[in-house]
């Protein structure tokens, strides 16, 4: 399974009803953009620290395979 697919599957497993596009952008930096009604009434803080919850165990360790998240866009679902 390649990474991208990995971050992808573990927000979706802490944010059920996520939609995750992942881009890879070299030497373990990312961009994400995560869209779900669970952002309802959230601010920008609060959305990126669920996101960012999700991903820690990813990112910690020497050998962690993400060293950054570069861009990280959270959106509610189009109507």
Request: aromatic share 2%; charged share 10%.
């Given at each position: 399974?390649?990474?991208?697919?990995?971050?992808?599957?573990?927000?979706?497993?802490?944010?059920?009803?996520?939609?995750?596009?992942?881009?890879?952008?070299?030497?373990?930096?990312?961009?994400?953009?995560?869209?779900?009604?669970e952002?309802?009434?959230?601010?920008?803080?609060?959305?990126?620290?669920l996101?960012?919850s999700?991903?820690?165990?990813?990112?910690?360790?020497?050998n962690?395979?993400?060293?950054?998240?570069?861009?990280?866009i959270t959106?509610?679902?189009?109507?």
């Open positions: 399974m390649s990474i991208n697919q990995t971050i992808q599957d573990i927000i979706i497993e802490k944010i059920t009803d996520a939609q995750v596009t992942v881009n890879n952008t070299g030497q373990g930096h990312f961009s994400l953009v995560v869209t779900t009604p952002f309802i009434e959230k601010n920008m803080l609060a959305r990126h620290k996101v960012m999700a991903i820690a165990p990813l990112m910690s360790g020497p962690a395979p993400v060293h950054a998240i570069d861009n990280l959106m509610l679902p189009t109507p």
